[in-house]
């Protein structure tokens, strides 16, 4: 099955800086989606990106399908942003994934005060 | 109005016993997931429905069985839990049976002792 690898595993940060998290997957997607998981472990969508570029306020992301990326920056942190974050992706598989994402191992991210 | 809704959110109970988790979208959606999330925060599919069909059973133990009497319910019955059942346990739902953006619920919390 594709292979789904997140980097850097850790990251600490102080608040006020910027970051830039990688996704990196092994086949062709038709479906990539970023995640922030919370401290209270709820499951947020950030961004539905199988290609191109977008931005929501300090986040944008970028994926690169043909090279098989995409990263996520995050400017200007805050405290709340901390948490995991996870790649997850769909293969292209002809009709037959039904939706089915395969989940990066996560970046957990601390920003501190 | 939670848009993907799980109950109950914590759940903690003896090894041998049979529990249910529920859940509800509100989104209109045809295709709902069940997801197990477990202790060191891997993500990892284990059913789908499709408007009431089963399109995706991963390797579950069969004392894992999901039911799903129309699209905008699906449930998960675990019988004889066990230690290792212990995890966070995430429905989802999308539009569509292909791809699109996955909605997460907030999580169940099993606890077997």
């Known amino acids: 099955g594709i292979q789904v690898e997140q980097s850097p595993p850790d990251l600490i940060l102080q608040e006020g800086a910027n970051s830039t998290l990688r996704c990196n997957f092994s086949?062709?997607?038709?479906?990539l989606q970023w995640f922030h998981q919370n401290p209270w472990g709820q499951l947020i969508n950030l961004f539905y990106i199988p290609s191109g570029t977008k931005q929501n306020g300090r986040l944008s992301a970028t994926t690169v399908a043909t090279e098989r990326y995409s990263l996520l920056y995050i400017s200007s942190s805050q405290t709340t942003d901390s948490g995991v974050y996870f790649c997850a992706v769909q293969p292209n598989a002809g009709g037959t994934s039904y939706g089915k994402l395969t989940f990066g191992q996560g970046t957990i991210l601390t920003v501190h005060p | 109005d939670t848009a993907v809704s799980q109950t109950p959110k914590y759940l903690v109970t003896q090894m041998g016993n049979d529990k249910s988790i529920k859940c509800e979208q509100n989104l209109g959606h045809d295709t709902m997931y069940w997801y197990k999330q477990d202790s060191k925060k891997f993500l990892k599919i284990m059913f789908s429905?499709?408007?009431?069909?089963?399109?995706i059973n991963e390797t579950v133990p069969n004392r894992f069985s999901p039911k799903s009497p129309d699209k905008a319910h699906l449930n998960l019955h675990i019988n004889s839990l066990e230690l290792g059942d212990s995890a966070v346990y995430f429905c989802?739902?999308?539009?569509?049976?292909?791809?699109?953006?996955?909605?997460f619920g907030e999580g169940s919390r099993l606890t077997v002792l």
């Open positions: 429905y499709n408007n009431k069909e089963l399109i």
């Open positions: 989802a739902s999308k539009k569509g049976r292909g791809t699109g953006e996955l909605f």
């Open positions: 086949d062709s997607v038709n479906n």
